[in-house]
């Protein structure tokens, strides 16, 4: 699947601390070292939990490196240790953890594509609200505002992912049981984010995740050789063959300044992930806008892979329009334009006009919730 | 056609909740491990749970064991006190039946239950297996079990469109539901088709669809237990992890052009699709003709058709999208600009008022 790496990437998705990623990412290794294959710790993450320390006994460990930040020494992982120790295979936890400033990169899962460059396999764990096309989701189920986050494409190119499952009530025990935290965090932790519904929420949330990874993986691949499916009354799960050939779909969206278009990027991302569309997005430059936080929000498009177009014109709905219709844009994703005063009440929004300009394409207005 | 007005359950609704919540506390806990093909690991997930309750110090016993032994699983169940299932002939064939009788003087906490679609010889208590274990939940005793996914009886023409088989035995889908838990054991393709020793096993894309398939039925029950759970603590929310659409029709709208993009989008995400229409007493022949015959193309991409009866609506859309947590709606504009005299439209008072879902609109059919 990985166009770019040279090494094999898999990925343990959990849909929180506590379900046994590690655990299971560890068993895997010892696995892997009784076949006599060469194994190494790359970065694990003991967090005081008895059983998956025992897990690691026997493998051999690449010490991390010290990072001195803000008079205070922070550990990460030694990638250049790694990397010189050449091993068959690396185990890296916490996939989605960002580097403490003055490391050589800033996030890990950059340090792992360096490993996967040279050709070392590594096996990795992540949990679901780490996904940026989760992250307006989540922050509306739990409230919670995921800092760190990986680009959907990270785990797309992965070769395997590996769903593991516990159900909510089973954590909630092994909170209880002090497994998965200390006795006085771990109440809190139960009456905050570890709630029945969070969990349940975040759960179906790694299982569509996962699904979707499946299905991606499934349409990558080439169609199968012989079809003899005569499908009877019932739902087909599998994506259809439309009856005639249709023309793929071409996402815009169109972005500003304004802190909401951070929301819009990726709805309009993740919709075009799932319905396998090309994705753009496109600002009109105007006199006096905020360039930092459009500056901002283009770089942010580009590291999700969208391909970000600035066009300088008077009138934005005409602009949009035109730029749209040449690019054979089908569906215009789009914020509410901001509420105006009174006297401007009876003129037409961006919105109105974008879609009064755009008569042969959907124009999305992206929802704006809020918690 | 579901005709909406108040949602807040009914007496005798509410008198269910509090019996089956009388019932559940009185009955063993279910759960179940879901596996989407042979081999995935399932089996030896169910033991390791039971070594892991038992070294916890509680009363925990297998009531029916599968197959051959791997030397891992061997360890597992070194520890653990086996009830044998009874050894039956019958026309021909050898049949383990659950020893029911020897479980319920024994009456452990916990017992493992194998090969959950397993049939019963004719003539036995119950035709089926996970008929036994009901009646070991029945008196109390909690059961964890392994059931794969071709055995779930609703799922067993998408199963065969796969793989060409069908198996012999199933469960209802039903009894996953009812479970207190269900775990789902996934495991990369790629890892069992090392292991298929036999012809019997199906082919990397078909085992990727079974995968698919399997992670989403559990998704789907995840989300029907946190819906019983939200109404049983009365807890309002407007989320959801599904994408849930919603088409408004008219009679003058586009309306196969939102269907058809509605029925791709639910399709790709999985989702739910449904049609709604607001009640107008005033329309002319033609009007309820064009919009009869939306309704009906409605029902054949599979929407669900709901009937609003509210004098605005705006709100009648609101309402319903609120209380159906939807995600999308589409909705037809006329794309034409409003003249300064005209009333604000129903579309720009919708753009006003969606907070919680994305608006998607469609230019009607008909040129300005």
């Keep these: 699947m990985s166009e770019r790496h040279k090494g094999h990437l898999k990925v343990y998705l959990g849909y929180a601390a506590g379900v046994g990623k590690t655990y299971r990412m560890l068993e895997e290794a010892q696995a892997l070292k009784r076949q006599g294959i060469d194994i190494v710790v790359g970065y694990f993450e003991p967090h005081g939990r008895k059983e998956t320390i025992a897990m690691t006994e026997g493998l051999e460990f690449v010490p991390r490196r010290a990072i001195p930040y803000n008079n205070a020494a922070f550990e990460e992982m030694d990638t250049d240790a790694i990397l010189s120790r050449r091993p068959a295979v690396a185990v890296v936890d916490e996939f989605a953890h960002t580097n403490v400033p003055g490391s050589e990169r800033l996030k890990r899962w950059q340090d792992v594509h360096a490993l996967l460059d040279a050709g070392i396999d590594v096996i990795a764990t992540m949990n679901v609200q780490h996904l940026e096309s989760l992250n307006d989701q989540v922050w509306h189920v739990t409230g919670v505002r995921v800092r760190e986050t990986v680009p959907d494409w990270v785990i797309d190119d992965a070769d395997e992912i590996v769903f593991v499952d516990l159900t909510p009530q089973a954590l909630r025990n092994r909170l209880e049981r002090g497994v998965v935290y200390a006795s006085d965090k771990a109440q809190k932790a139960m009456d905050n984010f570890f709630t029945e519904t969070n969990l349940a929420a975040l759960r179906e949330m790694a299982m569509r995740h996962t699904a979707h990874e499946v299905e991606e993986k499934l349409s990558a691949a080439p169609p199968p050789a012989v079809v003899d499916i005569l499908a009877p009354a019932g739902r087909d799960l599998r994506p259809q063959a439309d009856a005639e050939p249709r023309r793929k779909e071409r996402i815009l969206i169109c972005l500003t300044g304004n802190p909401f278009s951070a929301v819009l990027i990726r709805r309009g991302k993740r919709v075009a992930d799932y319905l396998q569309a090309d994705c753009l997005a496109i600002h009109v430059a105007a006199p006096g806008e905020d360039r930092e936080g459009v500056e901002r929000h283009m770089s942010f498009a580009r590291n999700l892979r969208i391909e970000t177009h600035t066009v300088y014109a008077a009138e934005a709905p005409r602009a949009i329009a035109d730029f749209a219709r040449q690019q054979l844009i089908t569906q215009i994703f789009m914020g509410r334009s901001a509420p105006r005063p009174w006297y401007r009440s009876l003129r037409e929004t961006v919105v109105q006009a974008v879609a009064a300009h755009s008569r042969e394409m959907q124009v999305i207005i992206v929802a704006s919730r809020r918690r | ?368």
């Excluded at chain 2, 032994?69 to 653990?80: C, K, Q, R, S, V």
Aim: proline share 4%.
């Design chain 2, 1 to 368: 056609m579901a005709d909406r007005t108040d949602h807040r359950p009914d007496p005798e609704e509410l008198l269910r909740r509090v019996q089956a919540g009388e019932r559940r506390e009185r009955r063993g806990r279910l759960k179940v491990f879901l596996g989407y093909a042979p081999r995935v690991g399932k089996s030896f997930r169910m033991f390791d749970e039971g070594r892991r309750r038992k070294q916890r110090g509680q009363d925990v016993v297998i009531g029916s064991l599968q197959g051959s032994l791997t030397p891992d699983l061997e360890t597992i169940l070194a520890n653990l006190e086996v009830i044998p299932p009874v050894r039956e002939h019958h026309a021909g064939r050898v049949w383990d039946v659950i020893n029911l009788a020897a479980i319920f003087r024994r009456h452990p906490s916990t017992c493992l239950i194998d090969g959950l679609a397993f049939d019963n010889p004719p003539g036995s208590r119950n035709p089926h297996r996970w008929e036994d274990v009901e009646e070991l939940l029945d008196r109390g005793i909690a059961v964890i079990t392994a059931v794969n996914l071709q055995h779930i009886e609703e799922k067993q023409d998408a199963v065969e469109r796969i793989t060409a088989k069908r198996a012999a035995n199933s469960v209802p889908e039903e009894f996953l539901l009812e479970a207190d838990e269900i775990e789902v054991v996934d495991a990369p393709t790629e890892a069992l088709i090392g292991r298929a020793l036999d012809a019997s096993m199906p082919d990397p894309r078909q085992l990727a669809e079974l995968r698919e398939m399997a992670l989403l039925l559990a998704a789907d029950v995840v989300e029907r237990q946190l819906q019983v759970y939200l109404d049983d603590h009365c807890i309002a929310v407007r989320w959801g992890a599904q994408e849930r659409i919603l088409v408004c029709l008219t009679a003058r709208s586009n309306a196969r052009a939102m269907l058809e993009s509605g029925h791709r989008n639910a399709l790709r995400f999985h989702g739910a699709l449904m049609a709604a229409y607001v009640e107008r007493t005033r329309l002319d022949a033609a009007d309820r003709e064009r919009l009869d015959a939306n309704l009906e193309l409605a029902r054949q991409l599979g929407a669900e058709v709901h009937r609003l009866s509210n004098d605005d609506f705006v709100e009648a859309i609101l309402d319903f999208a609120r209380e159906q947590r939807v995600t999308q709606v589409f909705l037809g504009h006329t794309g034409r600009e409003r003249r300064w005299w005209e009333p604000r439209s129903s579309v720009d008072r919708l753009i006003d008022a969606a907070e919680d879902f994305d608006l998607r609109l469609f230019p009607h059919r008909e040129a300005r």
